[in-house]
């Protein structure tokens, strides 16, 4: 039982635009959420994260909203970079457990 | 300062065999978490260890064990492996017990196939 859900594997997206990366959940008990990149070869990096008490944290070019109502999480990159061409995994975080979701492959064409 | 370490980065075995992986965490960190990524599954949780005491556990049969070590260094121990282990295993650290803020800092992992 899958209960953080990313529906879209892949995700490509022309450099300079808005990239949105969507993540869904189904425990309303999940009290903070988090975004990690992983780059082939590599271990997972932390992006950013949010508090189930806020809807919105930015940071740069980076931009998580919560939907607490719709359980859905997701994160806007802008302007989109070759650089942020990776996988990105969202994870919400309760009962003290990180329970990541499946991934989704971002590509950035120039 | 020197990042999380996890030997071997790669290994081959056969189907009952046993292993062991090995996590340095970086310098100071106290919270070790282990995590098994496959394709299509993402991360899932394995165990965590503060302090040497394990403090959360996901949902792996026994066969997967773990241990922490007074230095924080961690060890997991996969016996009687099965194809399906095969995966890449990811050791994760962090200052306190990672899991109030879920902001680890991950090794590069250890792949590991099992023919």
């Known amino acids: 039982d899958q209960q953080v859900k990313q529906n879209s594997p892949s995700l490509s997206v022309q450099e300079g635009r808005i990239s949105i990366l969507n993540c869904d959940y189904t425990n309303s008990m999940f009290d903070y959420f988090l975004w990690y990149k992983k780059y082939p070869a590599e271990g997972p990096t932390f992006l950013i994260s949010?508090?189930?008490?806020?809807d919105k944290n930015e940071d740069g070019r980076f931009t998580v909203f919560l939907n607490k109502s719709a359980k859905h999480l997701s994160l806007h990159i802008v302007p989109s970079q070759p650089g942020d061409s990776a996988v990105y995994f969202c994870?919400?975080?309760?009962?003290?457990?990180?329970?990541f979701g499946t991934g989704t492959r971002l590509t950035i064409i120039p | 300062k020197a990042g999380v370490t996890q030997t071997p980065r790669y290994l081959i075995k056969t189907r009952g065999q046993q292993v062991t992986l090995s996590c340095s965490p970086i310098?100071?960190?106290?919270?070790v978490s282990w995590y098994q990524q496959t394709p299509g599954q993402g991360l899932q949780f394995l165990f965590e260890?503060?302090?040497?005491?394990?403090?959360n556990k996901g949902n792996f049969p026994g066969r997967f064990s773990g241990r922490q070590f007074s230095n924080s260094r961690s060890e997991m121990n996969v016996s009687t492996l099965e194809l399906g282990d095969s995966a890449l295993y990811l050791c994760a650290s962090s200052l306190k017990t990672g899991l109030n803020t879920g902001e680890l800092f991950f090794g590069e992992g250890s792949r590991l196939t099992v023919l």
């Open positions: 949010i508090s189930s008490i806020k």
């Open positions: 310098s100071g960190h106290r919270s």
């Open positions: 994870a919400a975080l309760g009962n003290e457990k990180l329970t």
């Open positions: 260890y503060f302090s040497e005491t394990q403090r």
